[in-house]
């Protein structure tokens, strides 16, 4: 495999890995304060979960799926 190839790679993991994580950071969030305190669960901000739903758990195992595949 071509070095450019490699480091497309790793570039596209860590940008899908940080908003994975974030993905993750907002729906702790959001459960804690369910959790916790239900009455304020409407003060939570969700707005930016329009955008990271689409990097879930299993879209990350997807997108690890597509790369194996392509590389294998």
Known sequence: MKTN???SILEFMLVTGSLCW???RKQEEYYNVLKND???IDKVDMSS???LRFFGPECMALFIAIIIMTCG
């Open 49 to 51: 979960m329009r955008y």
């Open 38 to 40: 239900p009455d304020h």
């Open 5 to 7: 190839t490699k480091m």
């Open 22 to 24: 974030m993905y993750y």
